[in-house]
């Protein structure tokens, strides 16, 4: 017997050190912390500007914040990719280029990064509201505007199922 309904998509749990939670057509809410010294302001640019150049090929980005020991992003990755390919690309890519610019050599990022599924519009926006507060809250901004590690697409919209 045939319907029409397509299936769920089915919640897949795997663990290395952490658990991560993997549910086709979710945004995910993502913490990658550094191995190495602070990033610079132009460090911090760099990543944010890589981070930036997925959006719409690898994932839809909704928002980023590339903190001098951490970043944070909100993304949703585009169908047949994997959250763990794009941690990949975008830990590599910008290990390298930090690499670079440093003189140095070796890891940059730690190995496995803290991820998970936004399961509801006012948790997007709780997310959301935390990146943009998180530079000021460290001390590095007194105005909001101010801070050039910040990327927001201006997009918040989630299926609710509350």
Do not use: C
Not at 24 to 32: E, H, K, N, P
Not at 43 to 56: F, Q, T
């Amino acid at each position: 017997m045939s319907s029409s309904r397509s299936e769920p998509p089915e919640l897949r749990i795997t663990r290395r050190h952490l658990p991560h939670w993997t549910l086709d057509g979710s945004i995910y809410f993502v913490t990658a912390r550094l191995a190495t010294r602070p990033l610079s302001a132009p460090e911090r640019r760099e990543v944010l500007a890589h981070v930036r150049s997925g959006d719409g090929r690898f994932y839809r980005l909704v928002a980023a914040v590339i903190m001098p020991d951490h970043l944070h992003l909100l993304l949703k990755p585009s169908p047949g990719i994997t959250l763990s390919r794009i941690m990949k690309g975008i830990k590599g890519v910008s290990a390298r280029r930090i690499n670079r610019r440093r003189g140095t050599r070796g890891r940059v990022w730690l190995h496995e990064s803290w991820d998970r599924v936004v399961r509801h519009q006012r948790e997007l926006l709780e997310k959301i509201d935390y990146m943009l507060y998180n530079p000021w809250k460290a001390g590095l901004i007194e105005d909001l505007r101010e801070y050039d590690g910040w990327y927001w697409s201006g997009e918040y919209d989630i299926e609710d199922d509350e």
